[in-house]
């Protein structure tokens, strides 16, 4: 039986992970030390005899007993409300967590799998977003704490497939979606369900003609498990490539949550990207892999996910 320690295991994206690892069979351990991940999200997992949980703080040091065959870093805070309350934690997510797993992998020779970000391209001025970009980043902004950190985490990974020949893998996530984001998450997703489940006015940021692309929680974990298959040691993108501007997207969840909540206009924070758009090109190539789950079915997943968080009929 393969085994796999996934950090950041009860988090949004990680506890799915761990699910999916499960189901394919590994014996899993989750980490967390639960500043922005969430014990409900591993309600069912506790059941399973296959699944440990261990409340750690990946950014020191830790060890694990017995063979390791996978460390999949899923460890961050990764909102703009947590780039904000959370700086410092998230700038050591990015590194000493980083530096933490990679010495575990190290030490067990295992595979690594690091969960980077679109983050990393910042505010692009190349679109859509391809692998070999590098990027047009505020190094000194406020989500400087987690796209530096995460810039970092894959020079950091690279050098450890240079040096010590670790086998690594780099995902660059772009907007994902799905059951168990955060409601006070600060994202787009989890701020237009909840303001339109209780009547509120939905809060668009500029004049929302900024553009973004939603990937489904089931499709991004498909392209973790597939690109864990590949052999390949450098960054590869994982999003839906289907581009939405937010004041269309605002209108959606209205539409889609039945809601007669009305939009409003705030102005656009600091250095928010005003294009975000992968290029899959070399996950098709690479994995075979693209997004199979349209937006209004993954929404609709979605909305009764955060229609039971509230409390909402």
């Known amino acids: 039986m393969k085994r796999a320690v996934v950090t950041g295991g009860s988090g949004f994206i990680g506890s799915h992970l761990c699910e999916r690892l499960i189901w394919e069979g590994y014996e899993v351990i989750a980490l967390d030390n639960l500043i922005t991940g969430d014990l409900h999200n591993l309600t069912d997992l506790k059941k399973e005899r296959k699944f440990d949980f261990l409340r750690k703080d990946a950014s020191k040091p830790f060890k694990i007993a017995g063979k390791v065959d996978w460390v999949y870093d899923f460890a961050s805070p990764a909102s703009p409300i947590d780039y904000l309350e959370l700086p410092i934690e998230t700038m050591k997510a990015g590194s000493f967590a980083v530096y933490n797993s990679l010495e575990l992998a190290k030490a067990k020779g295992a595979h690594f799998f690091f969960a ?4 990393t391209y910042g505010d692009p001025v190349v679109h859509p977003q391809k692998e070999d970009y590098w990027g047009n980043v505020n190094p000194i902004g406020p989500r400087a704490v987690y796209d530096e950190a995460k810039r970092f985490g894959e020079a950091m990974v690279s050098a450890y497939l240079r040096y010590y020949k670790v086998d690594i893998r780099i995902i660059r996530i772009f907007n994902t979606y799905g059951p168990r984001m955060r409601l006070r998450d600060g994202r787009v997703v989890p701020n237009f ?15 929302g003609s900024q553009t973004r692309s939603f990937c489904y929680v089931d499709d991004l974990v498909e392209g973790v498990m597939r ?17 939405l501007k ?3 997207f605002a209108r959606k969840i209205v539409e889609l949550t039945g809601s007669r909540s009305k939009i409003v206009f705030l102005p656009l924070p600091e250095d928010d990207p005003k294009q975000r758009k992968p290029n899959i090109g070399l996950a098709k190539k690479l994995m075979g892999w693209q997004p199979k789950v349209s937006l209004d079915q993954g929404m609709r997943l979605t909305i009764e996910f955060f229609k039971k968080k509230l409390g909402v009929k």
Do not use: C, H, M, R
């Not at 980077?116 to 983050?119: A, G, L």
């Not at 369900?193 to 004049?207: C, I, P, R, Y």
């Not at 298959?229 to 490539?241: D, E, R």
């Open 193 to 207: 369900v909840s303001q339109a489940l209780k009547g509120q006015n939905l809060t668009v940021f500029g004049d």
């Open 116 to 119: 980077s970000t679109s983050e």
């Open 227 to 243: 690109l864990s298959s590949a052999q390949y040691n450098k960054p590869v993108n994982v999003g839906n490539p289907t581009e």
């Open 246 to 248: 937010i004041i269309e």
